[in-house]
């Protein structure tokens, strides 16, 4: 009997209306072609949810995720719900609760497009962010007292236990055996003195374990300059929560378009769902246009079989996108015509055509 995968299916809002059914068309036809079932069940979490229900999500709703072999997601976020609400927390909810303490976050320039970095090739950029996803400056711990308009003050405090640090160094110290075997730390640590120094000091003992894994470490401010003058130096990179946020859309930034990006929140010890998204937000300036480019949400259906060990299927459905870029068949972002649903049915085209 061939296999059957659980997946729950959040658009989300804006653009996730039209992205995330494009991906689910992908992951239609590949399941098709490697013979195993995908079964869908759609929940509309999300802001649009908030306006509705004033939660983001249902009270069962974690309850009822864990029932699922993974979760594939759009984006949370309309402009009229303020997203300083500390109910807006789908995604936060739900990568903490899951333990999904793994953000993974690839950055590749793929074939037929320009990187905006005009002397960079394909070759030069290849590598992956890996952002702690469960602690650090996300904790949400902190406080706005307002004595009066002129005295007022704010603080946000940043946790990282060794727990935190150890797992995350350890999955990065993993996946770079699967690559070229390097880890770069990013830190800041000469001025983040406490935190991000004992952050350092676990890594250093973590990487003492992989012998076989060249291991540096190098400052936000340097590595947000290298990543624009020289991101061939980089393999896996190993950062945390707010660094990881910020150097992910720089990653896609410089592969052409934040709309490339796909990225996975991931549980390793897979004893709840993972999660996967694409790395850009919900983009209400341009949902509802058939306009979106779909690659980072079908790039995350890859990376969502990848985990659950459909590893042929997976390659087959990159192998599908750069096929379409590569014949410059492109969405608006990058300079072309072709509408959301053109570069699905482009994909879905190559994997079916391919031996
Ligand atoms: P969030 O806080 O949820 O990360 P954001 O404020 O960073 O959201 P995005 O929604 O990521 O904002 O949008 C940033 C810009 O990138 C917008 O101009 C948007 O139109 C563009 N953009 C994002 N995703 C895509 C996509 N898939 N295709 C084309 N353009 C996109
Ligand atoms: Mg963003």
Avoid: C
Avoid at 303 to 309: S, T
């Amino acid at each position: 009997m061939s296999k059957t995968y659980k997946i729950a299916v959040v658009n989300g809002d804006g653009i996730g209306a039209e992205i995330v059914p494009a991906g689910v068309s992908v992951l239609d036809a590949i399941a098709k072609k490697h013979g195993f079932n995908i079964e869908k069940q759609s929940f509309p979490f999300g802001a649009g949810y908030y306006r509705d229900h004033g939660k983001f999500m249902s009270d069962d709703a974690i309850e009822t995720l864990k029932k699922f072999d993974a979760i594939y997601f759009g984006a949370v976020g309309l402009p009229e719900i303020d997203d300083t609400l500390p109910a807006r927390d789908y995604t936060f909810k739900v990568r903490t609760e899951l333990k999904q303490y793994v953000n993974y976050r690839p950055v590749k320039l793929f074939s037929g497009l320009k990187s905006p970095l005009r002397t960079k090739t394909e070759k030069d950029i290849d590598f992956v962010v890996v952002r702690e996803n469960n602690e650090g400056e996300f904790v949400q711990s902190g406080k706005t007292f307002y004595a009066d308009d002129a005295h007022g003050f704010a603080t946000d405090t940043s946790v990282f236990t060794r727990f935190g640090i150890e797992r995350i160094a350890h999955y990065s110290f993993q996946l770079a055996r699967k690559r070229r075997k390097k880890v770069t730390n990013v830190t800041k640590s000469n001025t983040l003195i406490n935190s991000l120094a004992y952050w350092d000091r676990v890594i250093a003992e973590v990487a003492e374990q992989y012998p076989d894994v060249e291991f540096s470490k190098m400052y936000i401010d340097n590595a947000s300059a290298s990543f624009v003058l020289r991101p061939e130096v980089f393999d896996v990179i190993l950062t945390t929560n707010l660094f990881g946020d910020i150097l992910s859309d720089l990653g896609g930034a410089i592969m052409g378009s934040l709309g490339l990006g796909g990225s996975g929140n991931i549980n390793p010890e897979k004893d709840f769902p993972s999660m996967f998204e694409p790395i850009h937000g919900s983009a209400p300036d341009i949902a509802g246009k058939n306009i979106a480019n779909p690659i980072g949400q079908i790039w995350s259906a890859a990376i969502m079989l990848d985990h659950l060990g459909e590893t042929e299927a997976a390659n087959d459905i990159v192998a599908g996108i750069e096929a379409t870029t590569a014949e410059g068949n492109l969405t608006v972002d990058l300079g072309g015509n072709a509408s959301t649903s053109d570069i699905a049915n482009r994909i879905i085209k190559h994997i079916e055509a391919k031996k």
